[in-house]
Nanobody, 119 residues
Framework: QVQLAESGGGLVQPGGSLTLSCAVS????????MAWYRQGPGKDRELVAQ???????TYVDPVKGRFTISRDKATGTVFLQMNNLKPADTARYYC?????????????WGQGTQVTVSS
């Protein structure tokens, strides 16, 4: 089992910045990728950014150039640095981990942290 705990959300004005953190605990040796998803009001959950164990990153177009996903390799904590935030970024942000085992894949989710961009 892998446990994920997000923090760092809050209310920010348009153009502002926030950094989200995802603390990873439990049996994380099988984790091959970490990601941030978000779910806005009335919308489906969508991938925002992904980071693989070999440091490959992927971003969805709306956040390219503004968001950066990274990892502290000493602690395993994953971050999402968000700059130039827009009202459209308002959503609950979820940390996700993909873990491999001998007979399949496990998906793990955190509880999420709310980000509200408003003046």
């Amino acid at each position: 089992q892998v446990q994920l705990a997000e923090s760092g959300g809050g209310l920010v004005q348009p153009g502002g910045s926030l950094t989200l953190s995802c603390a990873v605990s439990g049996s994380s040796s099988g984790v091959t990728a970490m990601a941030w998803y978000r779910q806005g009001p009335g919308k489906d959950r969508e991938l925002v950014a992904q980071l693989t164990n070999d440091d490959m990153t992927t971003y969805v177009d709306p956040v390219k150039g503004r968001f950066t996903i990274s990892r502290d390799k000493a602690t395993g904590t994953v971050f999402l640095q968000m700059n130039n935030l827009k009202p459209a970024d308002t959503a609950r942000y979820y940390c996700y981990a993909r873990s491999l085992r001998w007979n399949g894949v496990d998906d793990y989710w955190g509880q999420g942290t709310q980000v509200t961009v408003s003046s």
